[in-house]
């Protein structure tokens, strides 16, 4: 009986031994899980921010590609835009070639008639280019100057229209056109760049007072001098001695001129019936398709043998 009692108290001493050891147990197990989820927690906060890290770094990296996307957009835009509007250029440019362009122009005055030449040539909207003499300036300053108000073009002929005395030798050549270019300055407040020799780029008038190949050696230096030279291809036949009919100066204008699209015409406004003609000659042209500018260093070269 005695043993079954201390029996029964071992056993019991047991139960509670393993109940206590299974309470530790369980603590212990408790507190390691415990470490390990801290561990874990510590890990993935650590995790955590690195990946916020990378995000940003991923982020900079994205608006940065997106900037040079951008840019290399704009960029194709442009040559695209570029590519396309040079075929249109060249078209253009063609085009310009092709239109039908007269250019009327006027040597030897002003004269008494110009004036009235200048309010037809603004009447029907045409504007002209005057190769003007110095002598005739000095006398028509305000008809010079309304000219070229008026946007017509005005550029030197010569100061003295003697042959004699502007193709006696370059010097002379040279002391008239200077004289003509500080004229033309003073009075209308800047330089001209265009002239007419008298006779043409390729008379021969100046050999017989100048000498052999005179054209030739002057030509140089008047573009030195900032000079555009022009001559004709249709010539109005108004300065032969016996003055031409209106008829016959419309008629001489208008077969010539359809021949070429950049006709440059020479007329002269020191001629009554010159200036009766102008009418009919812008009609007659217009009618063919031309359009009228003033002659400028951009414009188609014109040099031959005078007609």
Known sequence: MQKQIQRQKHHHQYSQSNVLFRLVASI?????????????????????????????????ETEKLKGENDAL????NET????????????????????KVAYLTFDDGP????????????????????????????????????????????GIHCYNHAYSSIYASQTAFFRDYNNMKELLTSLLGSSPTLCRFPGGTSNTVSEHYGGAHFMQNILPQVTQMGMTPFDWNVDSKDAKPSPASVQAVVRNVVNQARKYHHPVILCHDTKKNTISAIPFIITELKNLGYSFDVLSQNAPACRQNPA
């Open 80 to 99: 695209q835009k570029a590519e396309k509007a040079q075929p249109a250029a060249k078209q253009s440019e063609a085009g310009k070639a092709a239109q």
């Open 111 to 154: 004269s008494p008639y110009t004036e009235t030449l200048l309010n037809i040539l603004k009447e029907h909207d045409v504007r002209a280019t005057f190769f003007v003499v110095g002598n005739n300036v000095v006398k028509y300053q305000g008809v010079v100057q309304k000219a070229y108000e008026n946007g017509n073009a005005v």
């Open 73 to 76: 957009q704009k960029k194709y």
């Open 28 to 60: 212990l197990i408790c507190c390691i899980a415990a470490a390990i989820l801290g561990l874990k927690a510590g890990n993935l906060s650590h995790q955590l921010k690195q990946t916020e890290g990378q995000l940003a770094l991923l982020t900079l």
